[in-house]
């Protein structure tokens, strides 16, 4: 029945700052954009080189998600990169932190956390 995961759905605090973050930084192509008055609220499409899909949304005064502790719910967003070690790197040269790189235990592929501009953690898995 289920075939994929078609498109995995973001609420920004700053919706310039994350247009930027996920397309110039992480080059994310733009499918559609659109504002919505009745919602005063952005929603941009967001495509990857797979065919999976991220819709970023602004919503005013939208309270922030809980991380730390780790809070019931969505955990993070990993990204396939064919290099981890090369991906950190770049990230790192673009000014975006990540931590250091692991080894999964169960399946020995590396990975490794950094954070969107609204701290949502993503990662980069090794495939």
């Not at 994350?18 to 733009?30: A, N, R």
């Not at 559609?32 to 899909?53: C, I, N, T, V």
């Not at 719910?73 to 990540?98: K, Y």
Request: hydrophobic share 40%; net charge negative; aromatic share 12%.
């Amino acid at each position: 029945m289920l075939k994929g995961i078609h498109h995995t759905a973001i609420i920004c605090s700053d919706y310039a700052r994350s247009k930027t973050f996920y397309v110039d930084l992480l080059g994310l192509e733009i499918v559609s954009e659109h504002y919505r008055e009745a919602r005063q609220s952005w929603k941009l499409d967001l495509a990857l080189p797979d065919g999976s899909q991220i819709e970023l949304f602004s919503f005013p005064d939208a309270p922030p998600r809980p991380s730390y502790p780790e809070a019931q719910g969505l955990r993070h967003l990993a990204f396939a990169v064919e290099s981890v070690e090369a991906a950190a790197l770049w990230l790192n040269e673009q000014g975006i932190a990540t931590e250091p790189v692991r080894i999964d235990e169960l399946t020995g592929k590396a990975f490794t956390f950094f954070s969107d501009p609204d701290g949502l953690p993503l990662e980069l898995y090794e495939c």
